[in-house]
């Protein structure tokens, strides 16, 4: 089934140790999203790629950055990650060219950060 | 920011059914009504989206009043498996999902 694939489902960090979270899908969407969900909050986003134009959000801090290599895979890097990175971060696509569609979301990545 | 207005949270008896309403008294004229879903740990899951006319699909319906100020999403008979935490979401053609704290639905046996 096409769908949206995030790796690792559980990611540990240390303090200030850079780390990346993959996404990838299959539906050939050419939208793809990184969200981030801290506990009992609603997801926030981070940014995003329109194939390989990317946009990022204003207040998304510089720790955070974003590559798209290719259509299928999205990754996203923090390069210093601090004990209030730990959230859930949420890989997210769609195709915005064929009219109005619903996103399809990936399960997540749950990062703890110690 | 987020546009809409929706309760905190709701209940509602199993095999009843759950209208969840949301307030968006801004909506613009190229603005759609988005609903997701979102199941403890899990990604959001799109229900249902409209412009301006009342749709069902199998999960849901919505219904947008003829002012497109408020919007309700109907559950026609709520099973355990639908609490979960029910986002209204205003968006364009092409403009991202911005989430607002949405209603946690507690369907009860």
């Known amino acids: 089934d096409a769908m949206v694939i995030q790796n690792p489902r559980y990611q540990v960090t240390q303090f200030g140790k850079p780390v990346t979270l993959s996404c990838s899908q299959t539906l050939n969407h050419n939208v793809m999203y990184w969200y981030q969900q801290k506990s009992s909050q609603a997801p926030k986003l981070l940014f995003h790629?329109?194939?390989?134009?990317?946009?990022n959000e204003a207040d998304t801090p510089d720790n955070f950055q974003s590559r798209r290599p290719n259509t299928s895979f999205c990754f996203l890097d923090i390069r210093s990650p601090g004990l209030g990175d730990a959230a859930m971060y949420l890989c997210?696509?769609?195709?915005?060219?064929?009219?109005?569609?619903?996103?399809?979301f990936g399960s997540g990545t749950r990062l703890t950060v110690v | 920011d987020a546009k809409t207005t929706q309760p905190t949270s709701m209940d509602c008896a199993e095999g009843r059914a759950a209208n969840l309403p949301c307030n968006h008294s801004t909506i613009s004229g190229n603005e759609y009504v988005y609903w997701y879903r979102q199941i403890h740990s899990q990604g959001p899951q799109y229900i249902i989206h409209?412009?301006?006319n009342n749709e069902t699909n199998e999960m849901a319906s919505l219904i947008i009043t003829e002012d497109r100020k408020s919007s309700t999403l109907i559950l026609p008979h709520a099973t355990l498996r639908d609490t979960a935490v029910y986002y209204c979401i205003l968006a364009t053609r092409n403009t991202p999902l911005v989430f607002g704290k949405g209603t946690r639905l507690s369907v009860i046996a």
């Open positions: 997210a696509t769609t195709k915005w060219d064929i009219g109005v569609a619903g996103y399809t």
């Open positions: 409209g412009l301006k």
């Open positions: 790629y329109y194939d390989k134009d990317f946009n």
